[in-house]
């Protein structure tokens, strides 16, 4: 029996301006968690993460990194994580206030 | 101030055309992130969790008027209309895109700034007192000695690939305001039987495993500072260990050899650096020390400062935490805060950087000071004329009157910014300050410094606070460590645990119960918390905070 598996996206920073980036199901490189692929299946997360390194010259620091899966799209366990997706606690900068630009 | 000359102006240029070049290169393709990671670093060019962080030397602290206005314009042009002074008395920019880096490091040439150096294993900016040439107890300004190792230092062939990262300090006096002896290498210049020259005390440090500084020389001759300095880092360099990251300071080799094998090691190496000196850095000292001519202060009617400390209650409250005697008894050293309360320590906007660039320049002499607890300072006010720098400074939001106080707490950027963080720092000192304003005690407290570090890296100085946190992810969560009878003072002291870890809910209300219980067993106003804490050791501040055992945290 296959061990269990904990979901997880593929995340790095943007090469130019530095965002925290997520790879999605087409291969582009967004900045919303939301729009990630959820990797379920080792192998298969293995081989994604490969192919996103190779992607140098967009991004820096790709890495696999857990997430459970919601009705929302799927949501930072750890929460490093969750300050990547928001940006910094302090001041309104970063994703939290790019997001209400973008609305 | 120290000007560039004609080689220190080609040198950054010339180190601004390659990284320029570089980061061309990087974006076309042609260097991996592996290749270039070490060039933007020697840049003082990071990649943190949201963004890349520019870290910008601020030598010694010091600052005149036109690069602090220069540093307000890169964060107008390029950032987002802040910056953040950090402990080591830099400015970091947390917010550029690549591509502007070379541009903004073409901008601070202007001004005679760099990044150099700000990363890396090498000689790091070089730190002082940051009262230099005000101070009424110091015996020379120690600056130009300062300026003389940064100039050493910079770009030095055989110091730029150390085991790990080398942090030098200099002060001029007994009273520490530099934490020198938390150090690699601290230097305090004394006089012994006539003649002048350096207290040398190595492996200091904080991170993982804290250490006092031990004194490896009690007086080095003043001429005799550069070959003795090589012989040290040409020692640690050698025999600094470089397969464990955690055990490559200074301070673990001292530990491992102990300090007599380091001494001899170093007065063995000694003769043969001293040799191929030939006198030419004492030149350099001697021009080096025409550039920091302390300006000549006219004599000042001080009445109208006593007269508005005797008028407003305000101003004089302010008067008694942030403004220190001058040697000159007509002028005060006013600190400025860049702890209002719920701020974010060390951070000033564009415009505030301004307004502190014109106050220096209409009232003092033209010099800021950056201070390792990350606050502005003008060393030399007209104490006449520092009822309108208050005045300026309050309309700024700027007139907080909380140095050396509760609220003015060191916190590194934490979790909220740096890639290396375990915990969040900055809400923590926020709320402990919101609160200690809320309760309204923090005067009648006195004097008490907390610092906050969000690693283990001890960047904000936890070890030496006289209450120290240190976040930590336990198990996934935020958790928050307690140190208690650290002293970045003279008297240098680790302070120590208290034992298990505060959730981040918990954390601001168990300081409120370490400073109540302070509050109700100190020995009258005059016994300040770190004596209290000395005299009566741990047992009753342990038990403010764990007698509500339910609600510590379990985890260590």
Not at chain 2, 96 to 120: C, F, N, W, Y
Not at chain 2, 253 to 282: C, K, M, S, W, Y
Request: glycine share 6%.
């Amino acid at each position: 029996m296959p061990r269990d598996f904990n979901p997880k996206v593929i995340t790095a920073n943007a090469l130019l301006e530095g965002d925290v980036v997520y790879l999605t199901i087409d291969d582009r490189w967004s900045r919303n968690l939301s729009d990630a692929e959820v990797l379920t299946d080792e192998a298969d997360a293995d081989l994604r993460l490969l192919q996103a390194q190779a992607r140098a010259s967009e991004v820096v620091g790709v890495y696999l990194t857990d997430v459970r899966t919601t009705s929302r799209g799927p949501e930072p366990i750890h929460f490093r994580e969750d300050f990547r997706r928001r940006g910094p606690s302090n001041l309104f900068h970063g994703k939290q206030a790019d997001t209400l630009r973008r609305a | 101030m120290y000007q560039y000359n004609d080689f220190d102006a080609d040198f950054i240029r010339e180190r601004n055309r390659q990284f320029r070049a570089q980061v061309e290169r990087r974006i076309d393709g042609s260097l991996t992130e592996d290749e270039f990671r070490p060039l933007r670093l020697m840049n003082g060019l990071y990649l943190q969790l949201h963004a890349y962080m520019l870290r910008v030397a601020i030598p010694y602290g010091s600052l005149d008027p036109a690069k602090l206005r220069q540093l307000a314009y890169l964060a107008e042009r390029w950032d987002k209309g802040y910056g953040h002074f950090t402990t080591r008395t830099n400015i970091q920019f947390n917010w550029p895109k690549l591509r502007d880096v070379p541009d903004m490091l073409d901008a601070l040439a202007e001004v005679e700034m760099h990044a150099i150096q700000t990363s890396g294993n090498t000689i790091r900016n070089v730190t002082s007192d940051h009262f230099a040439g005000a101070a009424a107890d110091e015996l020379e300004d120690p600056r130009p000695v300062a300026e003389l190792i940064r100039q050493w230092s910079t770009d030095h062939p055989e110091f730029q690939f150390l085991p790990r990262k080398f942090k030098i300090a200099v002060i001029a006096s007994e009273n520490d305001r530099a934490v020198m002896k938390s150090h690699d290498i601290g230097l305090r210049i004394v006089d012994r039987e006539g003649a002048r020259g350096f207290q040398v005390w190595v492996g200091g440090g904080m991170g993982r495993t804290p250490m006092v500084a031990k004194l490896l020389r009690d007086f080095l001759p003043r001429a005799e500072l550069l070959p003795y300095l090589e012989a040290v880092l040409a020692t640690y360099n050698l025999i600094g260990r470089r397969d464990n990251k955690y055990k490559a300071r200074i301070k673990i080799t001292v530990h491992e050899n102990g300090l007599d094998e380091i001494r001899a090691l170093v007065e063995a190496e000694f003769p043969r650096r001293r040799a191929a000196f030939a006198g030419v850095d004492q030149d350099w000292l001697a021009r080096i020390n025409a550039a920091f001519v302390t300006p000549r202060l006219a004599e000042r009617d001080a009445s109208p400062y006593y007269a508005a400390r005797r008028a407003d209650p305000v101003f004089r409250a302010w008067t008694d935490t942030n403004v220190t005697t001058h040697k000159h008894a007509d002028y005060g050293i006013v600190t400025i805060s860049l702890k209002a309360y719920g701020a974010t320590p060390g951070d000033a906007s564009a415009s505030q950087m301004r307004l502190v660039a014109d106050l220096a320049e209409r009232f003092g002499q033209k010099d800021i000071r950056v201070s390792h607890a990350q606050n502005l300072v003008l060393p030399h006010v007209a104490l006449a004329d520092v009822p309108a720098v208050h005045a300026a400074l309050r309309e700024a939001g700027l007139g907080t009157a909380n140095i050396g106080l509760a609220s003015d707490i060191i916190a590194c950027p934490g979790m909220d910014y740096c890639a290396l963080a375990t915990a969040r720092s900055i809400p923590v000192a926020q709320g402990i300050a919101l609160r200690l304003e809320e309760l309204k005690i923090e005067h009648e407290v006195g004097h008490l410094q907390i610092k906050i570090s969000g690693c283990i890296n001890a960047c904000g100085h936890h070890h030496v606070g006289h209450i120290g946190i240190l976040g930590l992810d336990r198990a996934g969560v935020e958790n928050y460590q307690i140190t208690l009878g650290g002293d970045p003072s003279a008297t240098t002291t680790i302070g120590t645990r208290t034992g298990p870890g505060f959730a981040y809910d918990e954390i601001v209300p168990a300081i409120e119960r370490l400073i109540l219980t302070y509050l109700d067993l100190r020995d009258g106003p005059e016994e300040t918390f770190l004596e209290a804490y000395n005299r009566l050791g741990m047992a009753p501040f342990k038990s403010a905070l764990y007698e509500h055992a339910d609600r510590a945290y379990a985890a260590e």
